[in-house]
């Protein structure tokens, strides 16, 4: 039982390129997101989802992309990466409309850009 | 401002002794209120959900209480082991359907021999 699944666990980038990060569940949730988890603060919603097509901002959505084609994976796109987009970053799927149903997070990438 | 607000910021205990961390929140709407355990280098596990009408849940030596009049839920760590090392995250939603999260800055446990 995978769970949620996140590639690459560490990159560098440079100022100005571009990369996805992977994430995909198998415990056919329907619900999403994305976070980014920076040293002394919460984690921030950066994108999220309830189902296949349909996609929504969170509270950091600037120079970040999202897609979701299928109910299993949700990439997640940077644009174009400063460094202020230095920071762990999670994936997290939930069962939809559920209140009681906890997030399950992947394990988290961590980027680092020049 | 939804705010959620952590303390201590950082705790060292002995192993088997017994901790309390603290949450305080400022979050309106209220639906559940929620306890992560965050190993180092992992995401996030759940430990406990609650509800406005739930004083207290347990999930063998983690037992969080909620008081939804004064805003304020602790996670008291009983008989504590070497593995209780990690952030404990404390996490206030707004809503039913989990896109109104604020998270607490966590508390970072060690637990020494």
């Known amino acids: 039982n995978a769970g949620v699944t996140q590639t690459p666990k560490f990159q560098v980038l440079k100022t100005g390129q571009s990369m996805t990060l992977q994430c995909a569940q198998d415990?056919?949730?329907?619900?999403m997101s994305w976070y980014r988890q920076d040293p002394g603060m919460g984690l921030r919603l950066i994108h999220y989802s309830v189902g296949a097509g349909i996609t929504d901002q969170g509270e950091v959505p600037n120079g970040y992309n999202v897609s979701r084609s299928t109910t299993e994976d949700f990439p997640l796109r940077l644009l174009s990466a400063a460094p202020s987009q230095t920071s762990v970053y999670f994936c997290a799927s939930s069962a939809a409309g559920s209140w009681n149903s906890p997030l399950h997070f992947g394990n988290g990438t961590r980027l680092t850009v020049t | 401002k939804n705010q959620v607000e952590q303390s201590p910021q950082s705790l060292i205990i002995l192993e088997g002794k017994n901790c309390t961390l603290q949450c305080n929140y400022t979050v309106s709407p209220f639906s559940n209120l929620r306890w992560y355990k965050q190993d180092t280098g992992r995401g996030p596990v759940s430990l406990t959900i609650m509800t406005f009408s739930e004083n207290t849940k347990s999930n063998g030596r983690y037992t969080a209480t909620l008081d939804a009049d004064t805003k304020q839920s602790s996670l008291h760590i009983t008989a504590s082991q070497l593995s209780d090392s990690a952030s404990y995250i404390c996490?206030?939603?707004?809503?039913?359907?989990?896109?109104?999260?604020?998270f607490g800055g966590g508390t970072r446990l060690m637990v020494k021999p």
């Open positions: 996490v206030v939603s707004g809503d039913n359907a989990g896109n109104m999260l604020t």
């Open positions: 415990m056919n949730h329907e619900y």
